[in-house]
């Protein structure tokens, strides 16, 4: 079974605000740092936005006062809001969860298998 399942992606046109979603049926958010990655063709996958388990938030850098993140704990239920859509954004976008460390480096135990965000100008 999946632990995590994302929705809500598609088409949309530079300055729309789609919300994917990304929700579960076994794990619990208040227990979990909880975030959503992107990867882009020809790139490598990097981390959009993050919130832990008690609600601390980080933002990268490139979406920034454009993006929020926010989680449901009731729900098992993480949005991610996009406004200021850019092409730029076109991506798989993931939701992940429970992060634990690799010789220093972040990384995390669960994965969605994407929904797909496209940006047309």
């Known amino acids: 079974q999946r632990q995590l399942v994302e929705s809500g992606g598609g088409s949309a046109l530079a300055g729309e605000s789609p919300t994917p979603s990304c929700t579960s049926p076994t794990l619990d958010f208040s227990r979990y740092s909880i975030g959503w990655f992107r990867q882009a063709p020809g790139r490598e996958r990097g981390g959009v936005a993050e919130?832990?388990?008690?609600?601390?938030?980080k933002y990268q850098d490139p979406v920034k006062g454009r993006f929020t993140i926010s989680k449901d704990n009731a729900k098992s239920a993480l949005d991610l809001q996009m406004d200021s859509l850019q092409p730029e954004d076109t991506a798989m976008y993931y939701c992940a969860a429970g992060k634990f460390q690799v010789q220093g480096r972040d990384e995390f135990r669960y994965w969605g298998k994407g929904t797909q965000v496209t940006v047309s100008s």
């Open positions: 919130i832990s388990h008690d609600g601390d938030i």
